[in-house]
């Protein structure tokens, strides 16, 4: 299962290409399944329908905790490093872990919950996220985790899509200095969600809130009714193990389903080879468990390894710039996993939150979530590691489960803002606007690929049409991923960015339609059009041009109102930095709106805006371009 030198990638690579089904039959066999599998693979594109591991049974949790008991029982599962520095950080060890995650699971049955049943997880990043998720997968619950930063509206929409019976919450979040209300946010999506039948809510920050009877309970006076002996619920290889929303170029976030084998696999798979992780290391990955990053390479692929995992409560800059370094320097961690965004804010703060830091226990570097420019590359590289750490530009998606495309660590040659090639049994190719594929090196088109690897997306919930007509029907027979890519003439891999209506704010995936959605609820708006531009911290900004029914009184409250409203309805997040007022949109005759030209104008650059004679009216683009009203 071990990749340790660049012809082993190679020879791993040929195998999973020629023989996919004897390569991955191989990497499961290293877990515990309480029934083999009678067919690796069973797929087709068109509908889609793919199976990994058909027939087999486990489960995850079995794999993740019970398999180490015996061997890693009183080794750290997970750090947890508390929001406020001058607090304790927790340590729990597998046993401990393994414990917890069983009482809660006890808990969860107390409250009604069967297998197949949705759990929504509305957490901060406290352990408890972590054995919420787990204790899901030991009775077979499917998790929904919804990241913390959003808002009422997102929770409901989130909660009703998948219709969950049990939401799992905290009284509140500690983020830098702020005291974010977890469990009001709650009661105000609850309202319009008549499926939740019981809250669980942990004591965290100790703020005051409602506690609804009959409804709401108290985590820790529930884990203390039941015990810690809860036997894994024995799961087929493909039942869900959990729902991840995320957002797309049209409509509502969808809901990614992800199932248990496959995931289980891959998960662990790229964990270990991707970043070389030995065991007892400290492995620390920067993201909130509310993305795909967090199910993956904070729970799932660390805890499936035995490895340790640690888990940062707050935020890189509280209580100053420093926070990341002195993590690293007091828990000698070995592996750093953060995204470009993170490393272009630090960085701006100077070198001097860097110096003083004892760095010299890390190994390996990671980047994920959006291209990192070269100047990031190399701060991360001179600063970071020394020059003697190997960067991993780790490529991947929500729906793609686990990493596709990236460097091996210190196996891989790197190259700055390359994600350089793909992992074994990820079959990539380009193709063009009409689908051909375009081969050869020194090229660039539309990333897609071929064959299925065991962690892709099976559907989205409540919705399989969706699933097919978003990632399988652009192209017949390939999985699209939305990016454009380069391919060099060394054959590596370097992602681009969307080629759809998808915005990456600070590593945050939004769509266009969604904001655009949440601008037009309010009441003076009659239309708008979103787009990204670049910005040096954020990767990319949001731009939003605005047509107001009433001229304006005072265009700076209007401006805030309008960030009001989009923080109610989805969430700060996905607040625009730039509201421009305008009296029309460029518009073609059919009435579709060319994007194209905004990205332009957005972008500053208004000397080429290319034919603009199909407008309906060409003079909506003077004004914007003026600034005019
Ligand atoms: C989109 C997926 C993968 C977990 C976090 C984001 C962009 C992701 C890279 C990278 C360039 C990247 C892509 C992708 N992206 N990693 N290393 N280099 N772009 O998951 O929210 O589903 O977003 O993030 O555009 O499609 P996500």
């Not at 499961?28 to 693979?41: I, N």
């Not at 793909?422 to 193709?431: E, F, K, S, T, Y």
Request: proline residues 5%; contains cysteine.
């Amino acid at each position: 299962m071990r990749i340790r030198t660049f012809e082993e990638y190679q020879t791993a690579y040929r195998h999973s290409v020629e023989d996919p089904e004897g390569f991955w039959a191989e990497v499961a066999q290293e877990f515990k399944w309480h029934k083999p599998w009678k067919k690796v693979l069973d797929w087709n594109f068109s509908t889609p329908d793919i199976k990994w591991f058909v027939g087999g049974k486990t489960n995850i949790t079995e794999n993740a905790l019970d398999r180490h008991l015996r061997e890693l029982g009183n080794h750290p599962a997970i750090i947890w490093e508390p929001n406020d520095p001058s607090e304790p950080s927790v340590t729990l060890t597998y046993k401990m872990l393994h414990d917890q995650v069983c009482r809660f699971a006890n808990v969860l049955k107390r409250n009604g919950v069967v297998k197949g049943d949705r759990v929504c997880i509305y957490l901060p990043m406290v352990p408890e996220a972590a054995i919420a998720i787990l204790a899901c997968a030991r009775i077979g619950a499917v998790h929904s985790v919804v990241f913390g930063g959003f808002s009422a509206q997102s929770l409901t929409d989130r909660i009703i899509d998948s219709n969950c019976k049990v939401i799992v919450t905290s009284d509140g979040a500690a983020r830098g200095n702020k005291n974010i209300p977890m469990k009001d946010t709650v009661d105000d999506a609850l309202i319009a969600c008549p499926s939740v039948k019981k809250v669980i809510v942990l004591t965290h920050t100790r703020t005051a809130i409602s506690m609804i009877k009959g409804r709401d309970v108290w985590w820790e006076s529930e884990m203390k009714q039941v015990t810690s002996d809860c036997p894994p619920e024995v799961m087929d290889s493909e039942d869900p193990l959990f729902i991840l929303y995320t957002s797309g170029s049209t409509g509502k976030p969808k809901g990614v389903v992800h199932s248990t084998g496959g995931y289980m696999v891959y998960s662990a798979y790229t964990f270990q080879n991707v970043f070389q992780y030995e065991q007892d290391q400290v492995f620390f990955c920067t993201a909130d468990v509310g993305w795909i990053t967090g199910h993956s390479y904070i729970v799932y692929g660390p805890l499936l390894s035995g490895a340790t995992s640690l888990m940062f409560e707050g935020i890189p800059t509280y209580p100053d710039a420093g926070r990341f370094w002195d993590i690293v320097d007091r828990h000698k961690v070995d592996i750093l996993y953060t995204a470009p965004t993170a490393i272009r804010s630090l960085m701006g703060f100077g070198l001097k939150y860097v110096e003083g830091k004892d760095l010299s226990s890390l190994k390996v570097l990671g980047s994920v979530g959006e291209p990192i420019n070269e100047e990031a590359w190399n701060w991360y590289n001179e600063h970071i590691g020394k020059g003697k750490c190997p960067i991993v530009d780790t490529w991947w998606q929500t729906e793609t489960g686990g990493i596709l495309i990236s460097p091996i660590a210190g196996v891989t040659k790197t190259k700055p803002t390359y994600a350089t090639l793909p992992l074994p049994g990820v079959q990539p190719i380009l193709v063009d606007e009409s689908g051909k594929e375009i081969e050869g090196n020194g090229v660039s088109g539309n990333l897609c690929i071929k064959y299925p690897w065991p962690s892709i997306i099976r559907t989205t919930w409540g919705d399989h049409e969706r699933c097919r007509q978003t990632y399988f029907s652009t192209y017949p027979n390939l999985y699209f991923t939305g990016d454009g890519c380069l391919r060099d003439e060394d054959g590596y891999y370097r992602i681009t960015g969307r080629v759809d209506d998808v915005l990456n704010v600070s590593g945050h995936r939004i769509g266009t339609a969604e904001v655009e959605n949440a601008i037009n609820m309010h009441s003076d708006v009659i239309e708008s059009a979103v787009v990204g531009y670049p910005h040096d911290i954020k990767g990319q900004g949001i731009y939003a041009f605005v047509i107001c029914e009433n001229t304006l009184d005072d265009e700076d409250l209007s401006r805030r109102d309008i960030l009001a409203t989009v923080t109610r309805i989805i969430g700060p997040i996905a607040k625009p930095d730039k509201i421009q007022f305008v009296r029309g949109l460029p518009k073609t005759r059919s009435g579709k709106i060319m994007r194209r030209i905004l990205r332009k104008i957005a972008e500053g650059d208004t000397s080429n805006l290319g034919d603009t004679t199909t407008l309906l009216d060409p003079s909506v683009v003077d004004d914007i371009k003026d600034g005019a009203l």
